[in-house]
């Protein structure tokens, strides 16, 4: 009954009405791949700070003060960066429209002959090729977004800028806190702190990576372990780091 049940819901969203209702919504953008990427750069990042302070024999303030100038900074920095790809993506393809409009209404038939080789290459030949060629050439609108999708690779949704970097800047906050979160309980020892901070931030790196797991169709144990390892080796790095600094140069 289990092991059917995964094959009757398909069925079901296969249904005629099922599928015009999911085409008449159109494809939307998920932000859910934004909020995993800043969830696992807020972890990492911020982590690799507090390793690095206390493998440099740094007091607790510092953990908190560099830990939290890096999560504003560099989480406004990714955000950023987000928005701009995200906006580089948008003005790319309303160029790529524009010039496409006029290489329709300049060269009509060497753009026909684009489509033509274009389903050629995907198996139409004969009768099927001609009247694929000119359904869609009959249709301005969908003969641009033929040439876009199909010769250029162009994404005809690309996601909005602001939600990108919104997403990307909140993920990164909220994950990003976590490592922070045991040095701002009062009365807690250096060593209970770091450790603390260990156990919060690898539970952190393992869930934020079965979510990737989930946004990639991946195992999510899988996903989760590899993030998991990734931020160890970050945090194992500044740590060595920091205290192969401490003892070059003397901190005490």
């Given at each position: 009954?289990?092991?059917?049940?995964?094959?009757?819901s398909?069925?079901?969203?296969?249904?005629?009405?099922?599928?015009?209702?999911?085409?008449?919504?159109?494809?939307?953008?998920s932000?859910?791949?934004?909020?995993?990427?800043?969830?696992?750069?807020?972890?990492?990042?911020?982590?690799?700070?507090?390793a690095?302070?206390?493998?440099?024999?740094?007091?607790a303030s510092v953990?908190?003060?560099?830990?939290?100038?890096?999560?504003?900074?560099?989480?406004?920095?990714?955000?950023?960066?987000?928005?701009?790809?995200?906006?580089?993506?948008?003005?790319?393809?309303?160029?790529?429209?524009?010039?496409?409009?006029?290489?329709?209404?300049?060269?009509?038939?060497?753009?026909?002959?684009?489509?033509?080789?274009?389903?050629?290459?995907?198996?139409?030949?004969?009768?099927?090729l001609?009247?694929?060629?000119?359904?869609?050439?009959?249709?301005?609108?969908?003969?641009v977004?033929?040439?876009?999708?199909?010769?250029?690779?162009?994404?005809?949704?690309?996601?909005?800028?602001?939600?990108?970097?919104?997403?990307?800047?909140?993920?990164?906050?909220?994950v990003?806190?976590?490592?922070l979160?045991?040095?701002?309980?009062?009365?807690?020892?250096?060593?209970?702190?770091?450790?603390?901070?260990?156990?919060?931030?690898?539970?952190?790196?393992?869930?934020?990576?079965?979510?990737?797991?989930?946004?990639?169709?991946?195992?999510?144990?899988?996903?989760?372990?590899?993030?998991?390892?990734?931020?160890?080796?970050?945090a194992?790095?500044?740590?060595?780091?920091?205290a192969?600094?401490?003892?070059?140069f003397?901190?005490?």
């Amino acid at each position: 009954m289990n092991a059917t049940a995964p094959d009757s819901s398909l069925h079901t969203e296969h249904e005629p009405g099922r599928i015009r209702e999911r085409l008449e919504r159109g494809h939307r953008h998920s932000y859910l791949g934004d909020a995993v990427l800043g969830g696992i750069d807020g972890s990492v990042t911020t982590f690799a700070v507090v390793a690095g302070t206390v493998g440099g024999g740094f007091p607790a303030s510092v953990a908190i003060v560099l830990g939290f100038a890096n999560l504003l900074a560099d989480g406004f920095s990714m955000a950023a960066s987000n928005f701009q790809a995200s906006k580089t993506e948008r003005e790319q393809l309303e160029r790529a429209r524009q010039h496409e409009e006029h290489h329709i209404a300049t060269v009509p038939e060497g753009e026909r002959e684009e489509v033509r080789q274009i389903y050629a290459a995907k198996g139409f030949s004969g009768e099927a090729l001609e009247h694929a060629v000119e359904t869609i050439t009959s249709d301005e609108r969908l003969w641009v977004d033929t040439m876009l999708t199909d010769e250029l690779g162009l994404r005809l949704t690309p996601p909005g800028p602001f939600r990108a970097a919104l997403a990307t800047f909140a993920a990164f906050l909220l994950v990003g806190l976590i490592p922070l979160l045991p040095y701002l309980v009062p009365g807690l020892d250096s060593q209970s702190v770091f450790t603390a901070s260990c156990v919060m931030t690898g539970a952190a790196f393992f869930v934020v990576g079965s979510v990737k797991g989930h946004v990639l169709g991946m195992a999510r144990w899988r996903a989760g372990l590899e993030t998991f390892v990734t931020g160890a080796i970050a945090a194992s790095l500044a740590y060595l780091v920091g205290a192969w600094l401490r003892a070059a140069f003397g901190i005490s």
